[in-house]
């Protein structure tokens, strides 16, 4: 009889025959049995089969006992204990491999940080915050999914979104900022109350965006930016004139490039959304904020933050005659020079039923359908997202019909899931999010006292299912993509409004917001493909780059015409109910050239596309200012320090924050010269 055993990192222990049966019977009650007897025996059969096998005397291995364990229960008659003792086994080394795994992580994280979101910095507080993250992100993993969604997100089938905030709190939001600078507000250190000047009220907006960001995982909008302003200045007891509007507008700019949220991690994650608002105040907030964004930041640096919306409606500011027309083309100009402002269609097919309540978030998100209350943007967000691997699914198949099948098995697992974190998330208590739902953000929580759960506020959210790989998934299943063959498109089409309808089915079944968002994916784009490359090898067009297209977007390097790449991109935004957005990639800035800026933001709006970005480099020299394209040293004073900007899922970013895919991404990236 051997009385010792040998641990898996090597150590020699005491055999303990009590702890073999201990984890037979957990097995046991597993599957409804609970006979400590029985356990006894099959433990005592196990000693056995271990001693004929050699070990009586020797040191047997701790997998040696778990293989026998399982041996002995098959041929007793045990199947379905022994299926649970397979699983609570696998789970155990899940276990410790993720203790391994996260120790790893946090070795790296030491170094620096990791670059799977290119808002955070590599400062002291935000390798702290990725620690937390990588433990936090651990613990769901192994203690509260279930088997099926943990397998699923950890072999990348599917990818739950900010794991590390699983349990802890929602998405995003649109904020209601007339609301709360009319009511004033508290931090939890004190009433804010009501602003009397412009330069008060910006500054308690960017206070706003900064508090709500700590209590959420993503993004903070202000939905009507220059109506809220003009309604604000409205009950002030004097009107600011043009300079001190355009003071104001540069100082919460400035506020939202420096002023950190998540303990010093990274600035809130902010978007404005203006230009519908035709008072005298509101077209006045909404000239100062692009005069700001031209001008720069102190020393003429492009601003990072905020992500700016200029909103184009017809009859509002489209068109000659229209009264904001000049607000237009003012933001034609700054976008030409500064990347921002983007755009977004109050007329395309799906936005116009909602006149101008549309607004969308800098990384594309878009709330407005609501089952349970107003169909409005102000007070409402996404609850949390998941995104499919849909290149896995065409790998997996390789033949249409059967692609659909496995894509409906794995959708329903994706609403499961959703819906999963939606009860766990459902109870929480509202002063679990003590600015959020203490200052009643959220539509709903008006009367939500600090004790009571969120679940039927958070119901006016949305959550949301999404996609990458279009392209790759095409390519799989017929061999060509979406841009360069139209049967590749009808199938597109096809698939993404497939998706869009099990949306809606899903939200009939369960009674909530199921919407489809085209993904805004960062780091995702590199991991997806890094686990399917493993998997199948380096398949030409497929696997055999750095990373996936995002969502429904045409192949970075794939050379066609603007035009034709908005038209082709702009018949899925209407599948994609809670985010979107289509980008043409330009060689240079077009500097001067706004005609040829207007030509592509009206060709947006002809192609029905929802939300709209022009993407091309900005290089900035730190040492003279010069702001062009730099190669290898600035053309104004020949210095090597340079500020390389371009556009990261939605969101501005400096080039060295981008993680290796969205490096590689960007090297194969080609202006549309063809």
């Known amino acids: 009889m051997f009385i ?66 399982e041996k002995i229960l098959i041929e007793n008659g045990h199947a379905r204990t022994a299926k649970a003792y397979i699983l609570y086994r696998d789970r155990r080394n899940r276990i410790r491999e993720g203790k391994s795994d996260l120790m790893d992580t946090v070795k790296e994280i030491l170094v620096e940080t990791n670059r799977e979101n290119a808002n955070i910095s590599n400062s002291p507080s935000a390798k702290m915050l990725q620690i937390a993250s990588a433990a936090s992100k651990q613990y769901y993993l192994t203690n509260l999914l279930p088997e099926d969604f943990a397998q699923a997100h950890t072999r990348g089938a599917f990818h739950i979104h900010d794991l590390d905030y699983y349990g802890k709190t929602l998405n995003c939001l649109q904020i209601d900022l007339t609301r709360l600078l009319t009511e004033g507000f508290n931090t939890g250190y004190g009433f804010i109350r009501p602003p009397k000047r412009i330069g008060s009220a910006v500054a308690q907006a960017a206070i706003i965006l900064q508090s709500n960001q700590n209590d959420m995982f993503g993004g903070q ?37 420096t002023m950190h949220s998540r303990a010093g991690a ?26 700001a964004f031209e001008r720069g930041l102190g020393n003429g640096e492009s601003p990072i933050f905020p992500n700016l919306v200029f909103r184009v409606k017809n009859g509002v500011n489209m068109n000659p005659g229209d009264p904001n027309y000049d607000l237009f083309q003012h933001a034609i100009k700054v976008s030409a020079h500064r990347l921002n402002p983007t755009f977004s269609f109050m007329d395309s097919s799906f936005n116009k039923p909602y006149g101008d309540e549309i607004a969308y978030m800098g990384c594309r998100t878009r709330t407005i359908g609501n089952r349970h209350g ?63 739902m203490g200052q009643k953000l959220y539509m709903g929580s008006e009367n939500l ?38 049967e590749a498109q009808e199938l597109g089409l096809k698939i993404v409004s497939h998706m869009n ?99 592509i933001v009206r060709h947006m709006a002809a192609s029905d596309i929802g939300y709209g970005g022009i993407n091309y480099p900005i290089d900035e020299c730190r040492s003279c200012g010069f702001s062009g394209i730099v190669h290898d040293a600035c053309p104004g004073c020949g210095g090597t320090d340079v500020r390389r900007i371009r556009r990261i899922t939605g969101y501005l970013s400096t080039e060295e924050r981008f993680n290796s895919a969205k490096q590689a991404e960007l090297r194969d990236r080609k202006p549309h010269c063809c």
Do not use: W
Not at 461 to 468: C, D, E, R, W, Y
């Open 4 to 69: 010792e055993i040998k641990k898996r990192d090597g150590r020699v222990v005491p055999f303990d025959a009590e702890k073999i049966t201990e984890a037979i019977l957990k097995a046991a009650k597993a599957v409804g049995g609970e006979n400590k007897k029985i356990a006894e025996n099959l433990t005592a059969q196990v000693i056995t089969q271990l001693s004929n096998m050699g070990y009586n005397g020797n040191i047997p291995a701790v997998e040696d006992v778990q293989d026998t364990v």
């Open 221 to 257: 909008s202000f939905p009507h930016f220059d109506r809220s302003m003009s309604e604000i200045v409205a009950t002030m007891p004097s009107v600011p004139g043009e300079e001190e509007v355009f003071q104001a507008m540069e100082g919460l700019i400035y506020n939202l490039n």
């Open 266 to 291: 990274q600035v809130p994650f902010s978007t404005l959304n203006v230009g519908t608002d035709t008072t005298e105040m509101g077209r006045a907030v909404t000239r100062s904020i692009l005069r």
């Open 374 to 436: 107003e169909e409005v943007s102000a007070g409402r967000g996404n609850i949390a997202p998941v995104s499919i691997n849909l290149p896995r699914v065409a790998l997996q198949t390789r033949d249409v019909k059967l692609f659909f099948v496995e894509l409906d098995r794995l959708l329903r697992l994706s609403a499961r899931q959703l819906m999963h974190r939606f009860e766990i998330l459902g109870n929480l208590r509202a002063g679990d999010l003590p600015f959020c």
């Open 449 to 486: 006292q600090a004790e009571e759960p969120i679940k039927e506020v958070i119901k006016n959210g949305t959550l949301a299912v999404g996609f990458i790989g279009l392209a790759e998934t095409l390519q799989a299943l017929i061999g060509k993509h979406h841009g360069e063959d139209k």
């Open 501 to 599: 309808k099990r949306m809606e089915q899903f939200s009939d079944e369960f009674d909530l917001n199921f919407v489809l968002v085209a993904t805004p994916a960062e780091g995702l784009s590199g991991r997806f493909i890094n686990i399917d490359r493993e998997r199948f090898g380096s398949i030409p067009k497929i696997t055999d780059k750095e990373y996936y297209t995002n969502s429904y977007h045409i192949p970075v390097n794939y050379c066609m015409s603007l035009f034709d790449k908005l038209s082709t991109e702009g018949e899925y935004h209407k599948y994609c109910k809670a985010g979107h957005i289509s980008y043409v990639e330009l060689e240079s800035p077009p500097g001067k050239n706004v005609e040829a800026v207007e030509d």
